[in-house]
């Protein structure tokens, strides 16, 4: 099966003024996504997710690592050289209504985006636009407002619409169904899925909705702090989670949750269960455990993951 | 359009307010005068007879030659125009670039010789600069001519232009304003989610930012820099012996020309305030659906 995307050790630290290290965004993070598949990134809001996203698409520059797109090197390249790529991945965007201009209007919008990468005219133009917004469930009427005063949600299909009229062979999903009300989820849902059924497209779905990942991902990567700390393909990882914060993230229960940071050891041992049963032994707060594979495809981040 | 309907009443209202003030404190000021001159002690009555002879465009004749004011001020007036237009694009096209230059790359990099230069031409006085040009292009050079070729006296005018335009263009304090403002604009914009969402679509940044980076900036400081250039061009007329708006009223005034004076006044709130119109109109395109 062809890799699409590849990252090896990507590191990515934000800092304060003073040069001290603020947050770990990216520690180590290597991933592969093959073609026509679905990886599933989950983690608390602040891990570190969407910084992978906008790594993979060059829009952060990450402190060391390299990421492969078909063979090409992206970290390597200028962006002179990346733009002609640019046609082959794309982002749905997290915060929708900044992304794009209040002062136009949709149609011009969309009508940007499709005559990018194609020259299509007149009514061919205009009957591609109707139907990408037959597409993600918009009305027709809605092309003429300007987009500062649509709504969240209308400005968030707009922007999958706008995604999918470039027809990338992969997209990043950035949280694509917050501020989405259930039905209009689904129908999202399902039209991922039938556009990666029909042009064979690759995803990145990042988000915190176990419920939406295990239903579209193939493989599911589980972040925590910066890292990676368990990644397996969807059954095993539901059916048998080894890493203790996967198995809260499957089974939440409030009480765990409490926020503290500690500079070494496993980045997890502030609410980690298992810790607490075993009576803080001393390799959790001393060394971070590295990411093994136990089973074919199953890897964790976790001392104790065999047990 | 009931926005712009409303704007328009609303700015020839304030035109038109503005022009009975200023011609009645200059009607007030002149009477005030010391000294004993033809036009001295008017009444009222003189000035809504002036009023109505400036509002129907009939300007009558000057006190002083005895030429119909038409003949005398419309000339001055397209010199002024041409000096005030050419140096404002001689700056435009000096400043726009050192700020995009700048606002891509910082302050740190090779751009601080061209801000430094900016600050530089801005602080110089106006008319030092041109007293400085004419020393060195006559001295040195000789090429160009640096009066206004009266009557027949040289073949071609237009070089007479290029002097004037360049020393206004460089001299008055718009090209720093300019820089500092486009490299401030387009870095904010550059960095907006919607310019960095249609890079990683794979448009030109540049060309996505332009109008709320540039185009919007620059229609609105150079707007409202004209009534800085047409003070800026009174000086540039005097040191190159100009024959335009600002020189006619300095002479008018020594003279004690109130015809001509009221006039000019009256020609430069025009001036000022249809500009202002005109930049409103402008944005009101580059910013559609604006409430």
């Known amino acids: ?307 | 359009m009931t926005r712009f309907l409303k704007l328009f009443i609303k700015e020839l209202l304030s035109m038109f307010l503005l022009i009975i003030g200023v011609t009645a404190l200059l009607f007030l000021l002149f009477n005030l005068m010391p000294g004993s001159f033809p036009g001295k002690g008017l009444g009222g009555a003189e000035y809504l007879k002036l009023l109505r002879r400036l509002f129907t465009f009939q300007f009558g004749t000057s006190i002083v030659s005895g030429r119909d004011i038409n003949t005398i001020v419309f000339p001055a007036f397209r010199n002024t125009l041409i000096l005030t237009i050419g140096s404002i694009f001689l700056s435009i096209l000096i400043s726009v670039p050192i700020g995009i230059f700048s606002a891509y790359r910082g302050f740190e990099s090779y751009s601080w010789p061209f801000v430094i230069f900016s600050y530089i031409m801005s602080s110089i006085p106006v008319f030092y600069l041109g007293y400085l040009v004419i020393y060195a292009v006559s001295r040195y050079t000789g090429y160009l001519p640096i009066y206004y070729p009266y009557g027949s006296e040289r073949g071609n005018p237009l070089i007479s232009y290029v002097l004037p335009v360049l020393v206004l263009g460089f001299g008055n304090e718009s090209i720093s304003e300019i820089v500092r403002l486009i490299a401030n604009e387009l870095k904010r914009v550059m960095n907006t989610d919607y310019v960095v969402a249609s890079k990683a679509r794979g448009e030109s940044v540049l060309r996505s930012s332009i109008n709320e980076g540039i185009l919007i900036p620059l229609i609105s400081i150079i707007f409202s820099k004209i009534p800085f250039l047409i003070g800026g061009a009174v000086i540039v007329e005097h040191v190159f012996n100009w024959p335009g708006m600002g020189r006619l009223a300095f002479q008018s005034t020594l003279n004690r020309d109130l015809p001509v004076l009221i006039v000019i006044a009256f020609l430069a709130v025009l001036c000022v305030r249809s500009g202002m119109l005109l930049k409103e109109l402008i944005l009101y395109y580059f910013r559609p659906g604006e409430k």
């Not at chain 1, 982002?91 to 299509?120: C, G, T, W």
């Not at chain 1, 709504?151 to 989405?180: N, Q, T, W």
């Not at chain 1, 995803?203 to 991902?217: K, Q, W």
């Not at chain 1, 409030?254 to 032994?281: A, T, W």
Request: proline residues 4%; glycine residues 6%; neutral net charge.
């Open chain 1, 1 to 307: 099966m062809d890799t699409v995307v590849e990252t090896q050790g990507l590191y990515k630290y934000f800092y304060n003024k003073k040069g001290h290290t603020v947050i770990k965004a990216c520690d180590d993070i290597s991933l592969s996504i093959p073609k026509g598949k679905t990886l599933g990134l989950v983690g608390e809001s602040g891990c570190g997710k969407t910084t992978v996203g906008r790594i993979l698409l060059r829009l952060i520059e990450p402190d060391s690592g390299t990421v492969f797109f078909n063979g090409h090197n992206l970290t390597e390249m200028n962006e002179k050289h990346i733009r002609p790529l640019r046609k082959n991945f794309q982002m749905i965007f997290q915060d929708s209504s900044s992304s794009f201009n209040p002062r136009m209007r949709a149609y011009d919008a969309l009508k940007e985006s499709v005559q990018l990468y194609s020259d299509l005219r007149a009514k061919e133009l205009r009957d591609e636009i109707y139907h990408l917004m037959s597409r993600v469930n918009l009305h027709k009427e809605m092309l003429s407002h300007f987009l500062g005063s649509l709504s969240g949600g209308e400005l968030k299909r707009l922007d999958i619409a706008r995604v999918l009229s470039i027809h990338p062979a992969f997209i990043i999903a950035d949280e694509p169904l917050s501020l989405l009300d259930m039905s209009i989820q689904s129908q999202i849902v399902n039209l991922l899925l039938e556009v990666q059924k029909e042009e064979n497209t690759s995803l990145l779905f990042i988000s915190h909705d176990l419920r939406i990942v295990r239903m579209l991902s193939h493989t599911v990567a589980v972040m925590y702090r910066g890292k990676i700390v368990e990644l397996a393909p969807k059954s095993v990882i539901t059916e048998n989670p080894l890493h203790p914060y996967t198995k809260h993230l499957w089974n939440p229960k409030i009480s765990d949750f409490y926020v503290q940071f500690f500079e070494s050891g496993c980045v997890y041992k502030n609410s980690c269960r298992v810790l607490h049963r075993k009576g803080f032994p001393l390799i959790c707060s001393e060394k971070q455990p590295e990411l093994l594979e136990y089973e074919k495809g199953h890897y964790a981040a976790c001392h104790f993951a065999q047990e």
